[in-house]
């Protein structure tokens, strides 16, 4: 999940733009975020005519942006954190820049591609849309992705995960996080559709990896915040009573939601 982008509601689709919900976690965030697939950047890169610009919105760490760097000439990316945007990964062909989703600078016409990556749920809808459509050049392509909830290679290890994220911190989530995952397809979005091929986000990760992971969440900042407790310490004594080694790597898995439009002409 990045940063989202502004602090308004959408009269048209009720999705609210929230406060930043990341800043603070930022660095866990550079560090513990899975990484998207590889073969999703080569597949985007192949449905546009050509690859001068893209525009990674709400780009957090940079996670999208750097895997675009490898087949766009030029990629400008934006995040209304600016946390986020100190914790990114620099890239000669990357411009980091703070700003908001609705507000890019970008020239009209100028974008070859635009991504949000598991950001989209954050955005003011109406108003990203509009400025997608003043950017995107002639045939360019809006991508948006969103994963769902961790599961892990055990059915324990898989249930520690959904206590920790339901039942502890099931109040602590902002507004518009239930629209991560599979909730993507039923958000608005005017745009000609494009069948894509399905996409699987896995990582190996240790114990700690997965610990980690679970300090970035919004959720658990919010949870430490507001009982001045933290409760990843007992989490993590759940995982360890079912990992094995520590060390050891397991498989985790997140269900992933690829769409692409392209603006009606």
């Not at 975020?33 to 940079?62: I, K, M, Q």
């Not at 507000?103 to 955005?123: K, M, R, Y």
């Not at 990582?203 to 919004?218: F, I, P």
């Not at 993590?236 to 080694?245: F, I, V």
Request: hydrophobic share 40%.
């Amino acid at each position: 999940m990045k940063s989202n982008q502004q602090d308004s509601l959408s009269a048209d689709n009720g999705v609210r733009e929230s406060g930043d919900h990341f800043s603070i976690q930022a660095a866990d965030y550079a560090t513990f975020r899975p990484h998207y697939p590889a073969a999703l950047f080569a597949f985007l890169a192949s449905l546009v005519p050509r690859r001068e610009l893209a525009w990674d919105c709400a780009t957090g760490n940079g996670q999208a942006a750097v895997p675009l760097a490898r087949y766009f000439s030029r990629v400008v990316a934006t995040d209304i954190s600016a946390s986020q945007i100190r914790h990114a990964e620099p890239h000669e062909r990357i411009e980091y820049r703070v700003g908001r989703a609705d507000v890019s600078g970008l020239p009209a016409g100028s974008i070859d591609l635009v991504t949000v990556a598991q950001a989209l749920h954050w955005l003011n809808l109406s108003t990203f849309y509009s400025e997608v459509e003043r950017v995107l050049a002639p045939n360019g392509l809006l991508s948006v992705w969103s994963y769902g909830s961790a599961s892990v290679d055990t059915d324990a290890l898989s249930e520690c995960v959904t206590h920790l994220e339901r039942d502890i911190l099931g109040n602590h989530w902002p507004e518009g996080r239930t629209l991560v995952g599979a909730a993507l397809r039923d958000l608005p979005f005017p745009f000609e559709e494009l069948e894509s091929p399905a996409f699987t986000l896995e990582a190996a990760w240790t114990l700690d990896q997965l610990v980690g992971y679970t300090r970035s969440w919004s959720a658990t900042t919010r949870y430490v915040a507001e009982h001045g407790r933290d409760p990843i310490p007992d989490f993590e004594q759940a995982l360890r009573a079912h990992w094995g080694d520590p060390a050891s790597r397991r498989v985790v898995h997140w269900p992933f939601v690829l769409r692409l439009g392209r603006v009606r002409r």
